[in-house]
């Protein structure tokens, strides 16, 4: 089993930045694949960012590359999304998820989650 706990969420101004922390336990870090999900109201969850064993190797939905970046700290078993320019529509629940599979965008290839964090941006 992999505990994941997120934090670093807030309500934000339009143009802002936040830093989403997410502390891993349980297995060994860098066994895993790490990832950031995201669920708006009324919307099915979306990737956001996922990030290899290493920290070699990343990717990013479209809608937020330039604007987001992913990163992990294998020493503190821990990974971080940095999130600036936030808009709007960044508004949503931020999740942190774990695999053994590298970099998969889709939620069922992870095989542990945290218990979310509200990102609210006021426009």
């Known amino acids: 089993q992999v505990q994941l706990v997120e934090s670093g969420g807030g309500l934000v101004q339009a143009g802002g930045s936040l830093r989403l922390s997410c502390a891993a336990s349980?297995?060994?870090?860098?066994?895993?694949?790490m990832a950031w999900f995201r669920q708006a109201p009324g919307k099915e969850r979306e990737f956001v960012a996922t990030?290899?064993?290493?920290?070699?190797?990343?990717r990013y939905a479209d809608s937020v590359k330039g604007r987001f970046t992913i990163s992990r700290d294998n020493a503190k078993n821990t990974a971080y999304l940095q999130m600036n320019n936030l808009k709007f529509e960044d508004t949503a629940v931020y999740y942190c998820?774990?695999?053994?599979?590298?970099?998969?965008?889709?939620?069922?290839?992870?095989?542990?989650w945290g218990q979310g964090t509200q990102v609210t941006v006021s426009s």
């Open positions: 349980g297995r060994t870090f860098t066994d895993y694949t």
């Open positions: 990030i290899r064993r290493s920290g070699s190797i990343t």
């Open positions: 998820a774990a695999a053994r599979l590298p970099l998969g965008t889709h939620p069922y290839e992870y095989d542990y």
